[in-house]
Each structure stands twice: as C-alpha cells, then as structure tokens.
C-alpha cells in the first residue's frame, strides 16, 4: 500500500490511526461454548427474536423464505422464493422487527429482487401469524452495478428510526466510487422514519465497503459495524450516533482498515473515524459483526462484543473503553463454521446462524 496526497476533509487525518489492540494468542478465551441446536435449514442468514414472541427463533433463509422455529416445530412464515434472486452475495439479507411488533405485526424486509437490485419493504402479519405475502410498502429499491457487496443488515435504531448497510455497489476498490459519495446510498449506513408520512433515507454513516453486519449499543447511543474488507483487512467500526453532526466518514475506499488505499481519497466533511480491531487474511476472509452481550448467562462476558469470520469461523471478542476504542482482543475458543448471523434470543443470550445450515447458541463454558 502507499501512502497519499488526501483530498481536504474536515477530520484529522494527518495524525493517524491510534494503535489497534492486538488480540490476545496465548492461549484462547473460554468465555462460552457453542452448542449446535438446529440443523437442515437452507443458507440461514438470521437468527434472532421477535419482540412478543419470547419462545420462538426467527431465521431467514437466503433463497427466500421466512422462518420460525419453537418447541421444535419449523413454520414458513412467508416464502419470497419467487421474487429473490440468490447468488453468493444476492437473496433474502435482512429482517427487523418493529419495536411494537407485538401489537402492529409489522415487519421489514431486505432482499436482491430478480434484476439482483436491492429491494427493502414493509409486511403486515395476518390472524393466523403468517406474513402478507405482499408487501404493504415498498420503501427502497436501489440498483446494484455488480452482483456483491449488496450489504444486508437491517435494524431499529435506539432513536426509533429503522436502518440499512449497503455495500459499495460491488466489483473490487469500489470502481464505481459510490462509498465517498455522498450523493449515492451505496457505501452507507442509512436510515428512515418509518411511521412518517413520506419516508425519507438519511445518510448516517459513509465510506463502508460492505456492512454485511451491524448492532446497536443503546446504553451509549453507538452502533458496531463488521465491514468486509478487500485484499487484506476485516475491520470493526465503532461510532458514537450524532444525527446534529455531518455523517461521519469510515474512510473506505481511501482506507483499507487503517492502511492506505493508492489511488484512493477521501471526499465530504465528514469526521474521519479509525476502526477499533482489525484482523488480517491469515485469520479469515469476511467479517461477521455481532453484537455487545447484555445476557444474564454467561456474566464475565458482560458487555464484550463478539465478532466472527465467515470463511474460517473464527470468534473474537473485545471490551469497549472510553473515548469510544477498544482493548482486550481475544480470540474464542468457540468457532462456528459459515459464521453468517451473531443475535440474540428473547432473553438476549447469544445465537448463531451458519451458512451450513446450522443454528448454535452460546452455553456456559464446560
């Protein structure tokens, strides 16, 4: 990598990264294990709760369909099969809950349609439980240049407001230079008011390459963010929420984790913000956010986030520190192989979706 000449911008570059944490390799921590508690399910990309519905699993299937899983039972709840495409990076990406799931049944959707654009829509449940199977509004549709880096996650906010990751709009260095655009969604973490009239996306974030995963931390008004990186680098983003501030700038495709991009530069006047962990592709090949546990089963693992890769299954967690950083990497001794989803359950204990088709949860070490 070389260095650069950056383009004016209103952080404060020239200082450069503070030094990352390294993770911990003497020895792996032990602070859960990961037991496999389903199998047989089709690419799941999510498993989490339902606000309500406290004895159930949900899971999204990335062909198309919508899953629940209770008392051993599984229950299609809607079937996109035919209004998906499916690639590798393509299908049915994301799922959020309304916070008054329970009594308005709304639920929000992101998947690829047929042409491989991004779609995201809001479902009514009917008496039965089950989904509408059409959609009551459309509320995103975006074209996709490439068939990767479609992003995926999708999740309520502590400010109410419902958010989105999308990629950089895919091929490799983001040739389209949709990241450092601001006039473009692409390469953003966004966000809308869903009970509005006439909902508008607002850039909160830019300069993401592929947020396939991200997690609030409502306590401090932060949110986590596993960006996929290129050639080399994983990164974890930590960022404080500041809707009165311009969005803030991850720096991709300038950045590559905290190494130089050549040819890359930085537009807008965005605060540029330095990941808090990175690892390299020794480790792994595409980063998994997850979540900063708040369980009440596993105590000495109170308020670490966890992360994982994709490719090698690998787990790591690390303890958040003031002034928005962090210390304490380790590496887990837990895997779980095609890590694709790290949610949680009803009771906010740990559980894992695998591209395998296997579904884990965290245990108490032992």
């Known amino acids: 990598m070389l260095a650069l000449g950056l383009a004016a911008c209103g952080s404060d570059e020239a200082s450069g990264p503070t030094p990352l944490p390294a993770a911990t390799e003497s020895g792996k921590a032990h602070h859960f294990d990961a037991e496999r508690i389903v199998t ?6 999510f498993v989490g ?17 919508v899953v629940r899983l209770s008392g051993g039972r599984e229950q299609t709840m809607l079937d996109l099969s035919d209004r998906v495409r499916t ?16 009594r308005n049944g709304l639920v929000y959707l992101h998947w690829s349609d047929p042409a491989g654009d991004t779609r995201v829509a809001e479902f009514r449940s009917r008496k039965d439980g089950r989904l509408a199977s059409e959609p009551e509004r459309i509320l995103l549709a975006v074209d996709q240049p490439e068939e990767n880096h479609n992003g995926g996650q999708l999740a309520f906010g502590p400010d109410g407001r419902l958010y989105l990751g999308l990629g950089d709009g895919g091929g490799a260095f983001d040739p389209h ?14 966000s ?10 607002r850039i909160e974030l830019y300069g993401l390459r592929n947020p396939w995963r991200f997690a609030f931390d409502t306590a401090l008004g932060e949110v986590w963010i596993g960006d996929v990186g290129q050639d080399e680098i994983e990164e974890v983003n930590r960022v ?13 495709s300038a950045y590559e984790g905290d190494d130089s991009v050549d040819g890359g530069t930085l537009h807008g006047d965005g605060e540029l913000i330095w990941p808090v962990a990175t690892y390299t592709h020794d480790d792994g090949c595409s980063i998994t956010g ?11 693992f109170n308020r670490r986030y966890i992360y994982g890769d994709f490719c090698s299954g690998t787990l790591w967690s690390l303890e958040g520190t003031p002034g928005g950083r962090a210390d304490d990497v380790r590496r887990e001794r837990a895997r ?4 694709t989803h790290i949610g949680v359950d009803a009771r906010g204990e740990l559980v894992f979706a695998a591209g395998t088709g296997d579904l884990y949860r965290a245990t108490p070490p032992g």
């Open 40 to 45: 047989g399910l089709n690419r799941p990309t």
């Open 240 to 252: 404080q929420l500041e809707p009165d501030e311009p969005p803030k700038n991850l720096g991709w």
């Open 336 to 339: 779980v192989p095609g890590l």
């Open 192 to 201: 809308l008011d869903v009970e509005a009239r006439r909902p508008i996306w």
């Open 49 to 65: 709760a339902a606000p309500g519905d406290d004895r159930a699993l949900w899971v999204l299937e990335q062909p198309g369909r």
């Open 177 to 190: 230079r949709m990241a450092q655009d601001k006039g473009q969604l692409l390469g953003k973490l966004i």
């Open 87 to 102: 690639g590798t990076e393509q299908g049915l990406l994301g799922i959020a809950f309304h916070p008054d799931f329970a």
């Open 290 to 300: 997850g979540v900063v546990y708040g369980g009440a089963l596993l105590p000495a």
